[in-house]
């Protein structure tokens, strides 16, 4: 990875990332189910009022009809770096849509939520950071 190509937020939200051993002291499925914890979080916002068993139910839905669909991919052998790195140009793209459906950036939203996270205090659990106040 070149550094030179990074935003200094990214570089500061990458720094944070190293000072909890979130790089080298975890790795890339342990950091996508944190990634799938925020999406479910997405999704209950897009819910409110809805109990979690009624947020795991939609969300059992949206698999099972992505699933249906065939569209479920497979990776071949060897091919995996550059499935993620499409997946995560993918995402950040779905991302700038789903930011501008509440007439928001991504980067206004990067900017809020690390903002936040950047003043918790927590610690490393099986390679997620977890808050002081979940612990």
């Not at 139910?57 to 990776?75: F, P």
């Not at 996270?117 to 106040?133: A, I, T, W, Y």
Request: glycine share 8%.
């Amino acid at each position: 990875m070149s550094n030179e190509n990074l935003t200094q937020k990214d570089l500061t939200i990458l720094d944070w990332h190293h000072s909890k051993d979130l790089i080298n002291g975890s790795n890339k499925e342990i950091q996508a189910g944190k990634f799938l914890e925020e999406f479910i979080e997405y999704i209950a916002g897009c819910n409110d009022g809805l109990s979690s068993s009624q947020i795991f139910a939609k969300i059992i839905v949206m698999v099972n009809d992505v699933h249906h669909a065939g569209r479920i991919k497979t990776v071949p052998i060897g091919r995996g770096k550059e499935a993620r790195q499409d997946a995560i140009g993918d995402m950040h793209i779905v991302a700038v849509n789903l930011a501008a459906h509440d007439n928001l950036t991504v980067t206004e939203c990067v900017n809020s939520a690390f903002d936040i996270v950047s003043k918790r205090s927590g610690k490393k659990v099986n390679g997620v950071f977890v808050k002081s106040e979940d612990l």
